[in-house]
């Protein structure tokens, strides 16, 4: 856990990225715990298919989700629908 602590200062890295999203929702100490559970799997993974850690960097997630929107659109409209996103309102 205390390199999880160490960790969270770092900047532009998946696992700072990953650490604040979970703080926001779960506090710092849950949050410390998930980092370390998610870095015991990138050892995990590294050790058993014998490949380097590559960092994919702090906006890795916002991408992914914006691939995911743009791939659900792309798949409704392929259906017949027309689709239209307009920003939420509070």
Avoid at 16 to 45: C, D, E, N, P
Avoid at 46 to 70: C, D, F, H, S, V
Avoid at 81 to 89: A, C, F, I
Wanted: contains cysteine; charged residues 30%; positive net charge.
């Amino acid at each position: 856990m205390s390199i999880c602590l160490g960790r969270k200062n770092d900047k532009d890295t998946l696992l700072s990225s990953f650490f604040h999203r979970v703080q926001k929702r779960r506090g710092q100490y849950k949050a410390s715990m998930a980092t370390a559970h998610l870095i015991l799997r990138i050892i995990y993974h590294i050790l058993k298919y014998k490949i380097p850690y590559e960092e994919l960097g702090w906006e890795y997630a916002e991408e992914q989700t914006e691939r995911k929107i743009k791939y659900w659109i792309k798949n409704i409209e392929s259906k017949g629908y027309k689709v239209s996103l307009e920003p939420k309102t509070p």
